[in-house]
């Protein structure tokens, strides 16, 4: 079962614009991950935000976590036609699970 | 360095057949795990191996099982094939004690199965 809902499940975006994506998940996490997945290609980890953690950066990617709220949200700023792909929310439920539970992923189109 | 590496790329098997993958983990990592992702989904955690054993399983029948060989490497059988098997598998390595503290993956480009 999926553990994640990504929101919006598609999003199309001119060149040079920040694009945010959001994540909810249904139980409690040790941590959260975002992914990448080109054209239904293998999955590529782009960043990690544990429970105890706010907000996290990367490069051009920001990551916020509301445990409260049980949501995330990934912003990607002045964004590029290569950033095209589905991204991906994966929740790590427990520090001795070894699975992750992934949503259904957001589309994300960047148009040159 | 290599990457992880699945084969094949494509097949396509009719129902009730048997098919087998393959999986080679990144350098020096040694647990692998194996996800069922369909069409539009997210990818759904079959199970993982270590130390040649299954650590963790999903939700998924007995006819889905496995192999870790001392190489790390491991195999992904499906038995008695379904229409709904058809899906894009991916294999994902990690480091095992890295990967308890974070679950970070490392993933392979998946062998798209379709079954007629």
């Known amino acids: 079962s999926q553990q994640g809902e990504e929101d919006p499940q598609a999003l199309s975006i001119q060149e040079g614009e920040n694009a945010t994506m959001n994540c909810s998940y249904k139980?409690?996490?040790?941590?959260l991950q975002w992914y990448r997945q080109n054209s239904g290609r293998g999955l590529v980890h782009l960043i990690l935000?544990?429970?105890?953690?706010r907000e996290k950066h990367s490069g051009r990617l920001r990551v916020t976590l509301d445990t409260s709220k049980k949501s995330s949200s990934l912003l990607i700023t002045a964004s590029r036609a290569a950033d095209t792909a589905s991204y991906f929310c994966?929740?790590?439920?427990?520090?001795?699970?070894?699975?992750?539970?992934f949503g259904k992923g957001t589309k994300l189109s960047v148009i040159p | 360095d290599a990457g992880v590496t699945q084969s094949p790329t494509h097949l396509i098997k009719t129902r009730g057949q048997q098919v087998t993958l393959r999986c080679s983990p990144k350098?020096?990592?040694?647990?692998v795990s194996w996800y069922q992702q369909a069409l539009g989904q997210g990818p759904q955690f079959i199970f993982q191996?270590?130390?040649?054993?299954?650590?963790q399983r999903g939700n998924f029948p007995d006819r889905f099982s496995g192999h870790q060989f001392p190489n790390y490497s491991s195999e992904l059988n499906v038995n008695a094939l379904l229409l709904g098997d058809s899906a894009l598998y991916l294999c994902?390595?990690?480091?095992?004690?890295?990967?308890?503290?974070?679950?970070?993956?490392?993933f392979g480009e998946g062998s798209r199965l379709t079954v007629l």
């Open positions: 994902a390595s990690s480091f095992s004690p890295a990967e308890y503290l974070t679950g970070e993956l490392f």
């Open positions: 139980t409690s996490i040790n941590n």
């Open positions: 935000i544990r429970s105890n953690e």
């Open positions: 994966a929740t790590k439920s427990w520090a001795g699970s070894y699975q992750l539970t």
């Open positions: 350098s020096g990592h040694d647990t």
């Open positions: 191996y270590y130390e040649e054993e299954e650590r």
